[in-house]
């Protein structure tokens, strides 16, 4: 899934090119619409090597016949695929990045016979109708959808990024830079073999300007770019009650519960609004009055954001939306201690567990952030250990909590007048 969370947006006007005529364009939306669907007919779960390799000949294909150079880079997991169309040494360079591996699918989970073979659909009363596929000779509809694997994310920006290139050949363009593509295989598993591939091949990679096709559209339709990600690092946090769980009609009001515990810790943690109280762990975050202008020039939509994700009221970390993103994120990803619904029981948990996640900007550095956390869970009187405890600790502490951390993915962030 998407990882990438916006920094700062620019919404662009869509009239980007004056060349183009509106039925060249329509053209060539049906192309691209036909392409995807022959590119999604391909499964790519990233945990199947023979479907990653499939992908990988359709890609070489399509990229030469766009007269790019291509070449397959080996690394420890899946090979990556990557082109380039080289005009002049001089000119400046752009490396676009994009995925073509998607996750691993359900078919009972999907409305549609198949995840992998694309259903074109359009919405009537608040449901989606299927459309047949003759309808594509006539007048395109924009509103109409794309059902299938991959098809938004990132399947279909790599096919629009073929076709933006055959358009600009059409017309003549000429392409003022250089031209690196490099697509991701193992971007759904964490592109764990990434960094490294990187590192080996920085000569072959080298470029002026990185552009990562791959994120939400923005609710207005509109072109979007995003000038940063925020990074990220986790924390699992468990406190402990007995060593094993024990009848709450036996030990209730004694033995002390780790479920309650845990959820003082968490909720001393932020105020009702949702803003951390921790302490200096907003610190350095500020907006001049350039940037605030900038964030506020996104045409957000609150009413639809708000409908979409059926809340009544944000939390306020923020005084609006794209404000609230410029800070780090205090977040429970996860919580569990003993069993729910109907297997609910009586008992008095051994241990809960909450999972967190934090959410980095450029002024926030993740381990120091960790530190606050710890620092504001030892005031609270926590033995705070990174292993299991001992049966010897259990019972020289009272309160005791393990907190294992996680590896910190730093933020990035452009200039906007790069
Ligand atoms: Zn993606």
Known sequence: MMKILLSIVIIFNTAICISQTENQ???????SILELKEFIAIPNDALEINDI????VWLDNKFKSRGFSTTIIQTEGSPLFYAEIIRKEKLPTILFYMHFDGQSVDNAK?????????VLKRKVDNNWQDLDWSILNGKIDLNWRLFGRSTSDDKGPIVMFLNAIDLLKKNKEKIPFNIKVILDSEEEKSSKPLPKAVRDNHELLKADFLIINDGPVHHSNKPTLVFGCRGVTTLSITTFGPIKPQHSGHYGNYAPNPGFRLAKVLS??????????IDRFYKGIEFDMATQKILKAVPDDIATIHKNLAINKPETVGSYYQEALQFPSLNIRGLSSGWTGAKARTIVPDRAIAEIDIRLVLETDGNSLKKLVKDHIKKQGYFIIDREPTIEERLK??????IKEGSVTNPFRTDLNN
Not at 110 to 118: L, R, T
């Open 25 to 31: 364009i329509e053209d060539q939306v049906r192309k």
């Open 53 to 56: 390799n499939k992908n990988i």
């Open 110 to 118: 999907w409305n549609q016979e198949d995840p992998y073979k694309i």
């Open 268 to 277: 001393s943690m932020k105020d009702e609004n949702g803003k951390v109280i």
């Open 397 to 402: 502490y009272d309160k005791i909590i393990m």
